[in-house]
C-alpha cells in the first residue's frame, strides 16, 4: 500500500521556484514529477493542481490564467510546455548558459584585484563550467575561449602572465596566440606559495586564543596573559607579511599599457624583452642584468615595484637616479697561464678613491705578469 504523499504548501521540502531566476523552473517541474512518481499520481488535474500548489501567489495567478490550466482536454504535458513558453531563456533546448553569463565572469573578475590562488583557480572553474558547455554548441573555438580567459584577468597581474610567457616561450611572436592550458599554467606560477588574507585567518592557530583574552571584561586581564596576545600579534603579522606586500607592491600604471603588444622593458611593439636591444645595452652599462631564471633584474637581483614607470627601462633608470653608485662595475682579471681576459660584474660604490685602488691593482697584476 503506497503511504508517500505530496508535501504541504509549507513544508520545507516542497520544490521552490525562483521568478527572478527562470531557468530554476526546469528544476521546479522536474522535482515535482520525481514527487509525481513517488506518490503514484498520474491523473492530469492532481498533476496540474500541485504545478500551482507550491509557487507564489503571483505565479499561480498567472499560470492559472493559460488555456491548458483549466481544460480537461489538455494534459500535463501541454501545461508544461505553455509554462514554459512564458520563460524564453528556457526553451532553447534546456540551455544552461549564454554568451551573456562568461562575459558577466569575465567582467567581474578583471575588476577585482587577482591576489591568491584560490581566487584564479575560483574564476577558471567557473569559466570552464560554462565555456565548455558554449563550447559543445559550436559558440566560439578554443582559441577564442583562450582569449576570453585572458580577458578576464586584471591588468596588472596580465602584464606579469605576459612577461613570464615571453620568457617560457621565447620563440612565439608578439602576433601568436596562447592556448587556454598555456594561460592558466603561467597564471598559476605566477601566484604560487600566495594566499589571500582571508585564507589565513580562519585556520590561523593564533586567532582563538586572541579572540579569548580580548573578549574579557576591562580589568580582569592578568598581565600574563598579554605576553601570548603580543606574541600572537607578532606571529600573525609576520603570516600576513607577504599578502599584504604582494597586493600593494605593484601601482596602478601611469597610463594605460597595450598588452601583449609592446616589449615590457622598453615598450616599443613588436619588440620582446628576451630579444630587446635596450636589455643589451644595459646590462652592458652596469643597469640591470639576467638572473638565473632569465629575468631582467637590478645588478643587485631586486625587482622593485613601487617605483615609478611605464615600463621596466623606465623603473630602473629612475631607481639608480635615486640611488646613484649602484651600477655593476667591471673588474678586469688576468689569468696566469693563458692572456685570456674575462669581466666580472660586482656592486661597487662608484667613488673615485673605489676606482682609483681597482685601476691601480690591475695595474700592478698586469706589470708583474709581463
Known sequence: ????????????????????????????????????????????????????????????????????????????????????????????????????????????????????????????HKFIAITSYLAKKDDFSPGEQAHMFKRGLPDEFYDRVAQRL????????????????????????????????????????????????VAQPMGQVKTEEMIPLAESIKSLTQALKPVIESSCSTPAPARAIPRGTSCLYCGEPGCMINMCPKVAEDIHAGICKRDVHGRVVLPSGAEPQMIPGNWIWDKYHEYHRCNPGQHAVGMMTVHEDDSLLTMALEVVEEDPYTLKALTAAHQARIDALE
Open 1 to 124: 500500500m503506497n503511504t508517500t504523499h505530496m508535501p504541504t504548501r509549507n513544508c520545507q521540502t516542497v520544490p521552490s521556484f525562483d521568478a527572478n531566476q527562470p531557468k530554476t523552473i526546469l528544476c521546479y517541474l522536474e522535482d515535482l514529477e520525481d514527487l509525481f512518481k513517488a506518490a503514484s499520481i498520474t491523473k492530469n488535474d492532481k498533476k496540474k493542481k500541485y504545478v500551482t500548489k507550491y509557487v507564489s501567489l503571483t505565479m499561480e495567478d498567472l499560470w492559472g490564467l493559460l488555456a491548458s490550466a483549466t481544460d480537461r482536454v489538455k494534459t500535463y504535458e501541454d501545461f508544461k510546455t505553455e509554462i514554459l513558453s512564458l520563460y524564453p531563456t528556457t526553451s532553447e533546448t534546456n540551455r544552461k548558459y549564454s554568451i551573456k553569463d562568461v562575459e558577466d565572469l569575465i567582467r567581474k573578475t578583471h575588476g577585482k584585484l587577482m591576489t591568491s590562488l584560490v581566487q584564479l583557480t575560483a574564476y577558471y
Open 166 to 213: 615571453q620568457l617560457a616561450h621565447p620563440t612565439k611572436r608578439p602576433s601568436d596566440s596562447y592556448s587556454l592550458k598555456e594561460y592558466y599554467e603561467v597564471a598559476d606560477f605566477v601566484l604560487s606559495g600566495t594566499a589571500s588574507v582571508a585564507d589565513l585567518l580562519p585556520n590561523h592557530p593564533m586567532i582563538s586564543s586572541m579572540v579569548a583574552i
